[in-house]
């Protein structure tokens, strides 16, 4: 179907502070769908601390000590450049979805399961919603758009469910599942119907695995906006493909990344 002739009503869940999802893809929808919302998301003060303690929980002690030693690493080493790839690539971005934004209806809460976020979708009666968000979606809030609510997970599922599916398959080698998974919501986690499977020609000796995880989604937008379409038309049917393994993964760990890149540049077997 020509996407001039039906436009779907799309709502768009992410976190403020990440330029390329609020930004970057909110341009993307509103070029490419109808942009009848965005639910910002506002970090609560103690989030990082409720985000170590899952870890400890998941990992335990001296992993965790290995997760962190990771985020200082990855700090001193790709903060700054990162954040120049982000500013060129929303730039990029916004010239090629040339959306005005502003005038968007937005709400800003800290939590994407609050009861004034279902009030405010249900308003707007969205035919997708996509989900760009590290909580757990409730029925309420998953269920409200026609077609369903869909993630484009940085990873392949259902092997690497759960966060930083790329960096995972990476540090394990698994290069032919370094991608991304477009997926239906469902009370799982990464759990639902899966409708593509994406990757491109990544650079794992010189791009960071946040940088990886992005362009996985934005190199494949294309590809994206037509299964959307098709979801929304009833004519998408979900991948069968035989599942290797399956695991929710978590955090980073120091000793992976060294790993992969000493893997990667041929200095381990």
């Known amino acids: 179907m020509n996407t001039t002739d039906f436009r779907p009503r799309v709502v768009l869940i992410c976190h403020e502070n990440d330029d390329i999802d609020c930004k970057g893809l909110a341009v993307w929808l509103a070029c490419s769908f109808s942009l009848a919302g965005i639910v910002l998301l506002r970090d609560k003060p103690n989030d990082s601390f409720k985000k170590i303690r899952r870890e400890y929980k998941r990992v335990g002690f001296f992993r965790l000590i290995d997760v962190l030693l990771f985020r200082l690493f990855y700090h001193l080493r790709y903060s700054r450049s990162d954040r120049a790839w982000t500013k060129k690539t929303l730039k990029s971005l916004q010239t090629r979805y040339p959306a005005n934004i502003d005038t968007v209806e937005t709400i800003t809460v800290s939590d994407p399961n609050d009861e004034q976020v279902r009030r405010f979708m249900a308003r707007l009666k969205p035919d997708l919603t996509i989900a760009r968000c590290k909580y757990i979606l409730k029925p309420a809030i998953f269920n409200i758009a026609r077609s369903g609510t869909f993630v484009m997970h940085p990873g392949i599922c259902p092997e690497y469910r759960n966060a930083h599916g790329c960096f995972w398959a990476l540090a394990r080698r698994d290069l032919k599942r ?20 994406s990757s491109y020609s990544f650079d794992e000796t010189r791009e960071s695995h ?6 996985v989604v934005l190199e494949n937008l294309q590809h994206i906006t037509a299964v959307l379409y098709d979801i929304v038309n009833a004519t998408a049917m979900p991948i069968r493909k035989p599942c290797h393994f399956s695991r929710a993964w978590g955090q980073p760990w120091l000793t992976a990344y060294l790993y992969w890149k000493l893997s990667a540049r041929g200095v381990l077997a």
Do not use: N
Not at 178 to 197: A, F, N, Q, R
């Open 178 to 197: 370094v991608g991304m998974t477009l997926l239906k919501v469902d009370s799982g986690i990464d759990t639902g119907p899966v409708y593509l499977h």
């Open 210 to 215: 946040i940088v990886i995880q992005y362009r």
